[in-house]
């Protein structure tokens, strides 16, 4: 597990603008050490500048990196995290980072075939580079919405094999991609996007041989649902209490209230936001606790109270 300790700060070098959308930041160590190195397909976990905590995955070659270049879509509701990075990480300004983590990794192949949805290029622009340096065939195909909403747009034209389908908006112009997927060869398929596009390769793939379809899956978690309600947590060791709205969850709640604390995911997968639960009863909406913890433990990036009031400690 990460922990703040793990953190390396970095100064966003330099910027750069994708799409109306979609901005590029090139991150450099603040100390000049020289970075982790990383293999195409992971990603970085960014302490973003309203303290959220978010994955983008790295675009650059990682054999021996001198900064982190990634890629961040302003999210149409965005509760802080890519909001907060088109504002506010401006050229110079300072973000702590988590160390590279590839659970996207490419595998020997004879072949690939490589699918992007969206801002879901960011690996697969990785991918592709990678592959096309090491001269292993591969094909791309990738769907967004149109042309100005589309990064990276001239590089995938310029690849030997690739596709660029745009459909406007409209699902009923959606790519079709069964003619490529019906029959399964010996390939490799590497997916990223929307989930609609994971599930719809999901459905296309299962025939398959096991093993040959993956996928990396960023699409925000639903923390706050429609109808959650307000309610109020108590922190055991100061006494403080702190309401939590609706719309909030405890974490950001927290945030809010300038406490800090340990996250990682934000989205229930982790465990890094673990904390005491005191008394209150508790939704648990995250993946992380055994049923025999959930009465003494909460993950307060994503579960709530099911009654008024939490208490908890950390
Ligand atoms: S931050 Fe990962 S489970 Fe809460």
């Not at 700060?9 to 991150?27: G, H, K, N, Q």
């Not at 050229?91 to 949805?117: K, M, Q, T």
């Not at 993946?287 to 908890?312: D, H, W």
């Amino acid at each position: 597990m990460e922990t703040a300790g793990d953190r390396i700060d970095m100064r966003v070098a330099a910027r750069r603008t994708l799409t109306p959308e979609i901005e590029e930041f090139s991150l450099s160590p603040c100390d000049g050490r020289p970075l982790p190195s990383f293999t195409p397909g992971a990603h970085i976990t960014v302490a973003t500048p309203d303290g959220a905590m978010r994955r983008y995955s790295l675009t650059n070659d990682g054999a021996a990196p001198k900064e982190y270049v990634i890629a961040v879509k302003r999210e149409p509701n965005s509760r802080g995290g890519s909001a907060s990075m088109h504002e506010r990480a401006l050229e110079g300004a300072v973000l702590a980072i988590e160390h590279p983590e590839n659970d996207f990794e490419l595998c020997e192949a004879s072949r690939y075939i490589l699918i992007a949805g969206g801002i879901g290029i960011t690996p697969i622009v990785a991918m592709a580079r990678h592959l096309t340096a090491q001269g292993k065939p591969f094909e791309l195909i990738y769907c967004t919405r149109s042309p100005e909403d589309t990064a990276y747009l001239d590089e995938a034209l310029s690849l030997p094999k690739s596709t660029v389908h745009h459909d406007g908006g409209d699902m009923d112009e959606a790519f079709d991609f069964w003619d490529l997927l019906e029959k399964p060869g010996r390939e490799h398929i590497f997916c990223c996007g929307p989930a609609g596009l994971i599930e719809e390769i999901k459905a296309l793939t299962g025939h398959w041989p096991e093993g040959h379809v993956h996928f990396e899956d960023f699409n925000p978690v639903t923390v706050v649902r429609e109808d959650d309600v307000p309610f109020t947590v108590t922190i055991a060791g100061s006494g403080q209490t702190i309401d939590v709205p609706a719309d909030r969850s405890i974490l950001e709640a927290m945030r809010d209230a300038g406490i800090e604390t340990l996250s990682s995911c934000e989205s229930g997968t982790c465990g890094t936001c673990k904390c005491q639960l005191i008394a209150g009863e508790v939704e648990h909406r995250d993946s992380v606790l055994m049923e025999e913890e959930k009465s003494g433990f909460i993950m307060i990036c994503v579960s709530r109270a099911q009654s008024g009031n939490l208490t908890i400690d950390f």
